[in-house]
């Protein structure tokens, strides 16, 4: 039977890619996404519907967290309570609760991928995106945390900083910013989806057998540390 995966945000961008690289790989996907075209409909915020999904899909061997917003694009001091809010219970709560919901199955079975889709601006924080920038680097203290919980269980726990992607989500932000951040990619353009998809793919393979709590960049050069 091949392994199960399940990938949040699976209807576009960084998750569709995935979920395609992924299935290449003989997996089983099942992507999840408010946006139509996804397996299931599921919102990452609400715990309950997290934990009724995985238990009607049985097993989920490898999940790749990729469902995100880019919240506010504004300066700090103008961001309300619930825009902050709403940033963070996507990207931070989303993340939580489907790690919550499958790591005991996985540990019992001895054998799991958990990829968690950060970005380097959780490490370097990007101008007008503190919401963003400050949820994401929540989510790399979680998997931080995570994987050194898991470390002897089987479960790897990894986390994928990309630079500036051109994906649906960053479509979002304005030509300004856009090319503000490619800005400071030394190869001077977006990274492509597929090319955070191969990444992933890694991560939740066999391949990937002495990592666990790392953060991959993928920044076209950016990443400085």
Known sequence: MSNVALVTGGASGLGEASAERL???????????????ADLVLDVRDSAAVQRAVADLGRVDVLVNSAGVVGPNKP????????????????VVGTFN??????????ERGWGRIVNLASIAGKDGNPRLS?????????????????????????????VAPAV?????????????????????????????????????????????????????????????
């Open 23 to 37: 299935r290449a790989d003989g997996l089983t996907v099942v992507t999840a996404d408010l946006a139509p075209g």
């Open 76 to 91: 700090l001091w103008e961001i309300a309570d619930e825009e902050w809010e709403q940033t963070f219970r996507v990207n």
């Open 98 to 107: 489907l790690c919550r919901a499958v790591v005991p199955d996985m540990v």
């Open 131 to 159: 919401a963003y920038s400050a949820s994401k680097a929540a989510v790399i203290g979680l998997t931080k945390s995570l994987g050194k919980e898991l470390a002897t269980t089987g479960v790897l726990v990894n986390a």
């Open 165 to 225: 992607i051109a994906t649906p989500m960053n479509a979002t932000n304005t030509p300004e910013v856009l090319e503000y951040l490619t800005s400071l990619i030394p190869m001077r353009r977006m990274g492509r989806a597929h090319e955070v998809a191969e990444l992933v793919a890694w991560l939740a393979s066999d391949r990937c057998s002495f990592s666990t709590g790392a953060v991959y960049d993928i920044s076209g050069g950016r990443a400085t540390y």
